[in-house]
């Protein structure tokens, strides 16, 4: 048992990622971390990696208690990772890449050994089987290459336990097997290998043991011989979910907005869909799976590249985000910190930053116009602080998002965007907000709602569209389906 | 326009205090009128330069060629100057587009050019000095009129006309930052651009606005600088960029952008007058008084970062 979690428990605000989670991973074996985006798989992974630590629990290196304070001391024991998003030095080379930080040095003090540097860098290659020079440069390389330059990376560490992340979501079928082959190949030479992805299939071809994950918490772990997809998806899913709360089906109206072959290649290719007044059409599937880029296109911060969007009935141009807001098209964003707010700034400020037009006399701006709006924003979504004027920077993580929202309402829009409305906020305030856009829906707006929470979509969506890999591929009535058949619709090839 | 009443703020005031009190003890015949006049007079242009610069600063930029602009100004204004060419708007209102230009082209090279407002602006401070010198043909441009150059030595109801423009120039810019619509855009630009791309923000508008109005104001302060030395000089203004970016950061405004206000550059522009004067007043050294100049500067950014941490 080279590497053991045992009782690993770590909270953020509002939300508790791992709860009481055990992991024990032997030596040459290949040992896959399976679960939903939420289920706490990358905070364990940053607990392996040093990126944190846990608040309640402990990591075992061949059975004596450690404790990894950052990225350079988890390397120093042993641990490595290879990223999902790959960060190489482009201009550096495969060798320099491979070495960096930990370079051999030569008798003069401070003078890199190129030499050696180069030939060990060679012979890892080699011994990797693959064949690439040390010498070229990084930006030269393939993604599958950047790979495998970067496990050469965790060998020139003498690591032990290799954590995959999600490492095959960018590779072709043929660059898959070779990773494959690599990864037996560590097996081999006896180290462990942490395989963390949400491609079942494959999981289940290299994986020797499996461990799901959900809600933070540890369902099962077991040999492969003793799994199949199905099970998996059961147990990351857990039970059948019935969607409570919702109220008679909604009256829903004419179409208010109508997206035809929206396409920005690689992101999202050929979606189509319509969507009514009153209507909340949800839009899931895996993170990566274009959820985002779509409704950023259509909210006009990042515009497609070809395809239609009709807003009632009328083609028009979404090329920037005041164009969006002007045919009433407003985006709550997903990434509250980098395009919802300015922290620097007050709530109110924050909150009336899209409308502020409607707030003006001329170029001036009436203050009390924007105090009522402010106030009317704070009772209406039950923002908590304490005062209009307070710093967003200071409120919780739920009530930022709540800002989001209200300044999103202020521009009055018809159609509504919302991108994981709910991420990281502590349960009281999702319900708040899972009532709000109920509230929005009967009052006729059209409501897309993209999230990757299979419950939220279930519970709050009249129609689902699955997206997968940038593609619609199916659309389905809450009530026929479940979690485990959106899951395995979203789930690739 | 910081949500927070900064304490920063406070300390800047209390140390501007403290200085006064100090100065007021040691050299009694500060306190009077006389004196404060003098001192206002002598930071007019420097404060009219810094109100400026703070909304390039707000955005998240930097304007480094202020000095050469007010050079090319004071120039351009002078030779509109002479006794008997045109009216007296003439030369005041060619300074002052003068500058508006420059502004407008580092604006341009910034947004659309995509260019580090560090580097576009460096260029303009190079080749508006040159430009500066072309004009005059490497000679001070003189024989300027008396209403013209009164503009630095005159009085309007005993208070010195470039402190009056410089009270005009403060109070409309203070009003279009804290009251005005794009005002605020300015804020939001620099605190998040994302973010305030994401809101619908003409961006790119906005910067060209902070540094046009930079440009215009440049412009102004050498109309002023050009009266004051009754020559239009190409080598004038050296370094006032940096006395101008010094009094916005020492009054609070964030290198960063989002963070500053008019008010505060005034203290930190009245804070460096009162502190140049001072040591003035004791003779210490110009060579000393840079030493200090600079001390200050770096320990006042230093403890506006901790505040804010």
Redesign the interface.
Known sequence: MVLQARNISKSFPGVKALDGVHLSVERGSVHAIVGVNGAGKSTLMRIFIGLTEPDDGEILLDGIPVRIRNPHDAAKKGIAMVHQELMPFPDLTVAENMFMGHEPLSWMPGWVDRRRMYRQAGRLLDELGVSLSPRQKMHALRLSEMQVVEIAKSLTYQARVIIMDEPTSALSRHEVERLFGIIRDLRRRHLAVIYVSHRLEETLQIADRVTILRDGRHVVTCDRAELDEDKIIRAMVGGEFRAFGRTAQRRCGDVLLSVERLSRPPRFQDVSFQVRRGEVLGVTGLMGAGKTELLSAISGLTPADSGRIIVRGQPVMVRRPAQAIRHGIAMVTEDRKTYGLVLGMSLKHNVTLSALRRYCRGPMIDRHRENAAADHSIRLLRIQASNRDQRVDQLSGGNQQKVVFAQSLLTEPDILILDEPTRGIDVAAKAQIYEIIARLAAEGKAIILASSELPEVLTLSDRILILREGRVVAERRPAETSQEDLLRLAMPR | ????FSLRRYGLVVALGVICVALAIAKPQVLSAQYALTLLRQISINGILAVGVTFVLLTGGVDLSLGSVVALAGVVAATFAHPGDHMLIVPIVAGIVAGLLCGTVNGGVVTKGRVAPFIATLGMMTAARGLAYIISQGRPVSNLRDDFTGLASGDLFGIPIPVVILAVVAALCAVFLG????G??L??TG??E?????????VHGVKLLAYGVCGALAGLAGVIQAARSTTGQPNAGLMYELDAIAAAVIGGTSLSG??GGVGGTLLGALLMGIISSSLDMWNVSSYYQQVIKGMIIVGAVWLDQRGRR
């Open positions: 326009m910081n949500a927070r009251r005005m619509r794009w605020r855009y804020y939001a605190g998040n994302t973010a305030a791309r994401a809101s619908g923000i003409n989002g963070v």
